[in-house]
């Protein structure tokens, strides 16, 4: 443990624009630790969609993709330098290593380089699956390259003499700050823009916390012990806790008050776990916001946790600091690149042409830097079904991949929006709109999915092949005290399993026969 005489002095001592615009070496190694962890888990849940969603074998074909990319998408992306699964797997097997090697503090420089472009290329081999998570990583990986992530608990970090405790700024601690505090001011005024009021105490008809605080059992719990005005007033306090949390977490940093800066922090990872607990799917995009805040962690911050002893940091000497012209030699390449990165998202934002924001090209990939989600309330809860027809006759759920089909609205003990296929397979309702052989490859693999998982080619299991089946997309609007009007439904695609012209039209007389119009089963 550390005295309290030792604790005031280091706060004392800690604070000014360095703490504003810096960090430290602890802080930076726990940013490093999590961020490694948390794409850790990231990429190995990716090996289950390597077949569906990056295979040549699956939805997105290397065919059907590079005849409509540029010649910089090619050879930016090397996921796409082949779809067979041996590759795939053994890409992103180099991916898993290099996130270990991120955890461990070993060549942090190499891992981190590495690890943002082979995120970028995976992101670029199917930008249908992109999501927001894939932003923060993104982004967090982005900025890491040009931190000491190895200056901490790390196997390199022998290679430092300098105390872990003292701050520093480059341009690395300034963007990655800047990032933040951007990201939290775009989603909290987009927020509070809401043409609709959904976030305002007096919104009508419900305030939008109300309407998320419903999917999961810990906020069926949650709306129980709040209520209805208990989640109204809460409503309005997460835009402002979003638009200045960093404002108040920087000016903390500034003024050396370690209560409010970790009082914010804090705060932020208590609202992002609230958002993990009472909706679905947000629990590795949650941690990973949490993550993004390590690097406002103050000077001490080991000893404050216990993490680190005074004796030990007393070995090490103090960092000099560099005048400015040694500053500019040092870090002037990282600046060049990160003012370059920025001035390209400003580009990207406010200049770039229609055709340089579409998926031929990497720059909406590369480039975008918008974080207002959840700007609204949410007016429906939507969830999928598939009945499918087999050759033995019998009517099967070929989304949820059950034999019976159940019209209720899901869920384990609440309502939600998640459909019976959840993470990366969310995006797939949303491919509607695709026509041709694209449309074609997509729906179709619904149909060779279930003939593999239930080996219709083994004597005995033809009557389990898929012969069609219908796509819909079910609603219910949300209501108040936890309630939910009557389901409707919406055909969103009919497949014939048997056919390979699904989507070419048939004329019979003088009127247009859509096979996607068909009848239900």
Known sequence: FVSSSVKTNMAKSWGGWAAMLGSNYEAIALFRISLGVMLLIELCSRFQYLHPFYSDSGTLPLKLLLPNSDSLYKAVCMHCYSGSMIYLQLLLSVQVVLAVMLIVGYKTKLASIASWILFLSLTLRNTWLNFILDRYFHYLLFYSMFLPLDGAHAIDAKKYKYDHRETFISPGTIAFKILITWLYWDAGYGKYSDPLQGWTLNA????????????????????????????????????????????????????????????????????????????RNTVLLSSVACVAWCIFLPSGVGMDVGFSSESKHN???????????????????????????????????????????????????LLHNRWNVFVGAEEYVTWEIAPGQLADGSVVDVWAKSDEVNWNMPGAGAPCTSTARAGRWRSYPYLAELKGEDGEVLWSYLCRQWDEENRVHEAGNEGQKLLKFNFFMLQADVKPNMGFSATRKRLIHAHDCLSNANFVEKEEGNETFDFMKGAEL
């Open 204 to 279: 009508k008809p419900l305030p939008a916390l109300d309407t998320y605080v419903r999917h999961t059992v810990v906020a069926r719990i949650m709306y129980g012990l709040l209520g209805p005005a208990g989640l109204r007033l809460m409503t309005p306090t997460v835009v402002y806790a979003e638009m200045f949390c960093a404002p108040v977490a920087l000016l903390g940093s500034l003024v050396g008050n370690k209560r409010v800066v970790y009082a914010t922090i804090i705060g932020m990872c208590f609202i992002h776990i609230g958002i993990a607990f009472t909706m």
């Open 315 to 365: 070995k090490r000497v103090k960092l000099q600091q560099h005048d400015a012209s040694t500053w500019v030699k040092r870090h002037g390449i990282s600046a060049l690149i990160i003012a370059a990165f920025g001035c390209g998202s400003v580009w990207f934002e406010m200049f770039s042409e229609q055709c340089n924001q579409s998926h031929k090209h990497i720059w909406s990939t």
